[in-house]
């Protein structure tokens, strides 16, 4: 029987991990566990920086941004021994079991912990949309709205200049996010890897919103295109003139949605019963408007269908 668990937040931080540690606390303490907060993510587990969580600790941060606890990425996780290390840290406290929270990374860490006799449960904090097993993770939300508010904003000198605005949006290799933004600002174009590059499309499309609006709207998913680049040939090519714009780190920041704040507390409240019907290796998913859990090898596969499935209403409706 599981006494005393850990929680901790790594990868890329995602409005609403505040949100999911708060619910691993509560519902932990609910159920008469003892739980403690590792810093930094498997960092601190490598190095020791663990401390006990109370109620209390928790009280004003369900609606912060960031996570109080911190977040690393840590690539020497992969190696038996540096994870033999963390391991003899959490017995230093008695802890048998641990919530991770964040994205693939992070799920590759809790399993090939959890192999090591660690009990595990993975909850999907990142704002990329890229763990397949869950139709969203704790963060999306929340960067989708900054991203169309700052779209919103361009719009607005964009169109008063008669420009075309090319948004770089982040989401590592994922469209989730570059795709529901096409989507929610009504864009000409959209690239991601998903859906592709074309740039005698994108001008095409372009030219052809220049006739009948006095703006376009190019969202380019990260990793794909030099956004300064295609603003050059939107220019040259096209009746309007471009400027690229690389939204960068301010997607991840801000306080999470009602949305992400409500997915946190349930995912939060999920990994601890999990833990307690003795899952390991596990992560929490939300399909179908059910939390429910899932073997963490199954969630690092490809999220693409999803992604294909929005653009093709895109591609009907720009
Ligand atoms: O995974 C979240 C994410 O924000 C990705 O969208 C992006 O590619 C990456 O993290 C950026 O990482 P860093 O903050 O280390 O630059």
């Given at each position: 029987m599981i006494?005393k668990?850990g929680?901790?937040?790594?990868g890329g931080d995602?409005?609403g991990m505040n949100a999911a540690i708060r619910?691993?606390?509560?519902?932990?303490i609910?159920?008469?566990i003892e739980v403690y907060?590792?810093h930094?993510?498997y960092l601190g587990m490598?190095e020791?920086?663990?401390?006990?969580?109370y109620?209390?600790?928790?009280s004003e941060?369900?609606?912060?941004?960031g996570t109080?606890?911190g977040?690393a990425?840590l690539?020497?996780f992969?190696?038996?021994?540096?994870r033999q290390?963390?391991?003899?840290?959490l017995?230093?406290?008695g802890?048998?079991a641990v919530?991770?929270?964040?994205g693939?990374?992070t799920?590759?860490g809790?399993?090939?912990?959890?192999?090591m006799?660690?009990?595990?449960?993975?909850?999907p904090?990142?704002?990329?949309n890229?763990?397949?097993?869950t139709d969203?993770?704790?963060?999306f939300d929340?960067?989708?709205?900054?991203?169309?508010e700052a779209?919103?904003k361009?719009?607005?000198?964009?169109?008063s200049?008669?420009r075309?605005?090319?948004?770089?949006?982040m989401?590592?290799n994922?469209g989730?996010?570059?795709v529901?933004?096409?989507?929610a600002?009504g864009a000409e174009?959209v690239?991601?890897?998903e859906?592709?590059?074309d740039?005698?499309a994108?001008i095409?499309?372009?030219?052809?919103?220049?006739?009948?609006?006095?703006?376009?709207?190019i969202?380019?998913a990260e990793?794909m295109?030099d956004?300064?680049?295609l603003?050059?040939e939107?220019?040259?090519?096209?009746p309007?003139?471009?400027r690229?714009?690389?939204?960068?780190?301010i997607?991840r920041g801000?306080r999470p949605?009602?949305?992400?704040?409500?997915l946190?507390s349930?995912m939060?409240?999920?990994?601890?019963?999990?833990?307690?019907n003795?899952?390991?290796?596990?992560?929490v998913?939300?399909?179908?408007?059910?939390?429910?859990t899932?073997p963490?090898n199954?969630?690092?596969?490809?999220?693409?269908?999803p992604?294909?499935?929005k653009?093709?209403?895109?591609?009907?409706l720009?």
């Amino acid at each position: 029987m599981i006494k005393k668990i850990g929680v901790l937040t790594s990868g890329g931080d995602a409005p609403g991990m505040n949100a999911a540690i708060r619910a691993v606390v509560r519902t932990a303490i609910q159920k008469g566990i003892e739980v403690y907060g590792i810093h930094d993510g498997y960092l601190g587990m490598y190095e020791g920086r663990i401390e006990r969580l109370y109620r209390k600790s928790v009280s004003e941060r369900l609606g912060l941004g960031g996570t109080f606890l911190g977040t690393a990425r840590l690539k020497d996780f992969a190696k038996k021994e540096v994870r033999q290390i963390a391991i003899d840290n959490l017995a230093i406290y008695g802890i048998d079991a641990v919530v991770t929270i964040g994205g693939d990374g992070t799920y590759r860490g809790a399993l090939a912990l959890s192999e090591m006799g660690i009990h595990t449960v993975g909850v999907p904090g990142t704002i990329d949309n890229d763990i397949s097993g869950t139709d969203f993770t704790i963060g999306f939300d929340t960067a989708l709205n900054t991203v169309v508010e700052a779209v919103d904003k361009l719009r607005d000198t964009s169109s008063s200049h008669r420009r075309c605005s090319i948004i770089e949006v982040m989401g590592r290799n994922c469209g989730d996010i570059a795709v529901w933004t096409a989507i929610a600002v009504g864009a000409e174009f959209v690239v991601s890897k998903e859906t592709g590059f074309d740039l005698q499309a994108i001008i095409d499309n372009v030219t052809q919103a220049a006739k009948a609006k006095n703006h376009a709207i190019i969202i380019v998913a990260e990793n794909m295109v030099d956004v300064n680049w295609l603003a050059k040939e939107v220019s040259e090519k096209t009746p309007f003139d471009a400027r690229a714009t690389i939204l960068g780190h301010i997607q991840r920041g801000g306080r999470p949605t009602a949305k992400d704040r409500v997915l946190a507390s349930e995912m939060g409240y999920k990994a601890v019963e999990a833990l307690l019907n003795d899952e390991t290796g596990v992560c929490v998913c939300q399909r179908n408007n059910q939390i429910i859990t899932m073997p963490i090898n199954d969630a690092l596969g490809d999220d693409t269908p999803p992604v294909l499935e929005k653009y093709k209403v895109f591609k009907v409706l720009w």
